[in-house]
């Protein structure tokens, strides 16, 4: 889908993502992490449809999930780093 210009020689990040360890390259959102292991949706509607990235730039918060325990985390202004634990949220106002 597209080459990561990130060096190659770099650690990969590695963290949870809805319970499962992942690696990613350093330096990519949590968006894009999500798109690239095939995750689309991080969370659900009050109306129970699926949610995930959408403008990728902060301004929908289609993709808000949990990080570390904080809700309403948007996705993709959020840079992987080791150790992330991402959940799912439930609806909005999670």
Known sequence: MFTSIADRNSKPVEFTLFGRVVR???GISVAAAML??????????????PRGP???MGACFEC????????????CMTEV???LNVER???VDD
Not at 36 to 49: D, I, K, L, P
Not at 64 to 75: H, L, Q
């Open 24 to 26: 990613v390259p350093p």
């Open 64 to 75: 808000s999930v949990i990080i570390d325990g904080r809700a309403r985390v948007r996705a």
């Open 36 to 49: 690239a292991n095939g995750e689309a949706a991080g969370r659900v509607s009050a109306s129970g449809s």
């Open 54 to 56: 959408y403008c990728l």
């Open 89 to 91: 949220s439930q609806h």
């Open 81 to 83: 780093r080791d150790g």
